[in-house]
């Protein structure tokens, strides 16, 4: 099954044990990053750290590891592991302690990270979404691991016969339960602002830089309900699964329910930074 990382220590994941009374398990109290690992090298490692170094002020805990220790480990992990195409999940909570809501004075943090295989890139690309009200709490850009109404809205979906919900908040679309959002309309494309609504996705950042550079101008503004269900093309973002096009929303086709133009164009340009990255051309 793979070695993990638990506490200084690596060992196989079966031996990897956590207390009952870890405020992870209790609270929730914790934040994670998955990190995608390419020809056994960290994608976009410097802006992940950066996310993960935000997500733990944003819950008041202090950083345990430095950004050099950070790369050591999960180098080393991935090494463990077998190097290759991966993905490195890292989990930090607030520790073990008596149960209290309020945070323990003196408690070392619980720090775990483990790998596991990127998802293959389908054949025939294309998933479907469905539209769901945004139950979940105000700080969304904190990578918190109290993801039960993602879990929720995502089961929702699954239910519904489609891959993802995408997520509506006071008719303004936020992102997806485990994804943000893209959305092209007569050769335009958007996304939402960041903010307090949504994730900061390191994917999202990353392909709104590249079509910069490829001279496709992507406005980061508010997108309505209505821009959604009327969008050409709809594009999904994460670490793992890239940029995946939602080909049908609501059982309705969006655009001529097949990948559209503008994406076939983004993955081509995202494949090759990609490529580029594991020849050490691409940061």
Request: glycine share 10%; aromatic share 6%; proline share 6%.
């Amino acid at each position: 099954m793979g070695t993990v990382y638990l506490n200084g220590r690596y060992l196989p994941i079966e031996e990897a044990t956590v207390s009952v009374l870890d405020r992870g398990f209790l609270f929730g109290d914790g934040v994670y990053e998955v990190i995608p690992v390419y020809g056994g090298r960290l994608f976009r490692l410097a802006q992940h750290l950066t996310r993960l170094e935000q997500s733990l002020a944003g819950i008041r805990l202090a950083n345990p590891i430095p950004r050099e220790g950070w790369a050591a480990l999960f180098a080393d992990l991935v090494a463990r592991n077998g190097g290759g195409d991966l993905s490195v999940y890292l989990q930090v909570t607030r520790g073990v302690a008596k149960r209290d809501h309020a945070f323990p004075a003196a408690v070392s943090p619980t720090v775990f990270a483990m790998t596991s295989a990127l998802p293959e890139r389908p054949v025939q690309p294309g998933v479907a979404a469905t539209v769901a009200r945004d139950i979940r709490w105000d700080l969304c850009h904190i990578k918190a691991i109290t993801l039960l109404p993602n879990a929720l809205l995502r089961q929702q979906a699954v239910e519904a016969g489609a891959t993802e919900a995408i997520l509506v908040r006071h008719d303004v679309v936020t992102e997806g339960a485990a994804s943000n959002v893209f959305v092209v309309q007569g050769g335009a494309v958007a996304t939402p602002p960041k903010s307090a609504q949504i994730l900061p996705g390191i994917t999202r950042d990353l392909v709104v830089d590249l079509l910069g550079s490829a001279g496709i101008r992507c406005q980061e503004r508010l997108v309505t309900q209505s821009e959604l269900r009327s969008a050409d093309e709809i594009w999904l973002t994460s670490s793992t699964r890239e940029v995946v096009p939602v080909v049908r929303l609501e059982g309705v086709a969006v655009g001529a329910g097949v990948p559209g133009p503008l994406w076939h164009t983004v993955d081509r340009i995202y494949q090759d930074y990609k490529q580029r990255f594991r020849e050490g051309r691409a940061d």
